[in-house]
């Protein structure tokens, strides 16, 4: 996901080609992009899909951005599930590798306040959290956050550590495969 060049398009002309085609289509996955308007674009955009077309809408959102009047919203203008990228295994790394977002420091607590927020909006298995291995986490950190999201009643996304050139981590090394399978 990370390796591959997205081409910038109009979203209009986005939306139009997925009423187009929508029966060719399983799902749309909108991802908030972290910047000042990113609560009115992610409303804006997944009601204008909806309005368009019947294919199920998929959020990814930003927690620092979105609260649970947001999540309302949203699942009210037609998103039937929601992916939040926790990333992290603990607060221990979380506090480590997140850093400020845009809008402020990023809280852990306030990840999960809005995880739990969007269980009970969206229902069980409709809200996934997404998990990287290989950023400075045990192995029983991950099993403890594993245990947790799933608790909770929600899914589990689960990504290998890739550096990005340029990043602050583009220097730190891949989790092996087998580490990385041993997890999954």
């Not at 009423?19 to 399983?26: E, G, H, P, S």
């Not at 000042?36 to 955009?45: G, K, Q, W």
Request: proline letters at 4%; charged letters at 25%.
């Amino acid at each position: 996901f990370i390796r591959v060049e997205w081409p910038v398009l109009q979203t209009s002309k986005v939306i139009e080609r997925i009423a187009k085609y929508q029966q060719n289509i399983r799902r749309v996955c909108v991802s908030m992009a972290s910047h000042p308007t990113a609560v009115s674009d992610i409303l804006n955009i997944t009601k204008a899909i909806s309005q368009s077309s019947p294919v199920p809408i998929s959020v990814l959102i930003a927690p620092n951005f979105i609260n649970e009047e947001g999540l309302l919203r949203l699942k009210n203008l037609g998103a039937d599930t929601v992916g939040i990228g926790l990333d992290t295994a603990s607060k221990r790394v979380f506090e480590r590798t997140r850093g400020k977002g845009v809008k402020g420091p990023l809280s852990w607590e306030n990840y999960w306040d809005v995880l739990e927020n969007a269980v009970r909006i969206f229902g069980l298995n409709k809200v996934s959290c997404h998990i990287i291995v290989g950023i400075g986490e045990t192995d029983k950190e991950l099993t403890e956050v594993f245990f947790k999201i799933n608790k909770l009643g929600a899914l589990i996304h689960l990504f290998s550590f890739y550096p990005e050139a340029d990043s602050n981590m583009s220097k730190r090394r891949r989790p092996s495969l087998k580490r990385f399978r041993r997890v999954q």
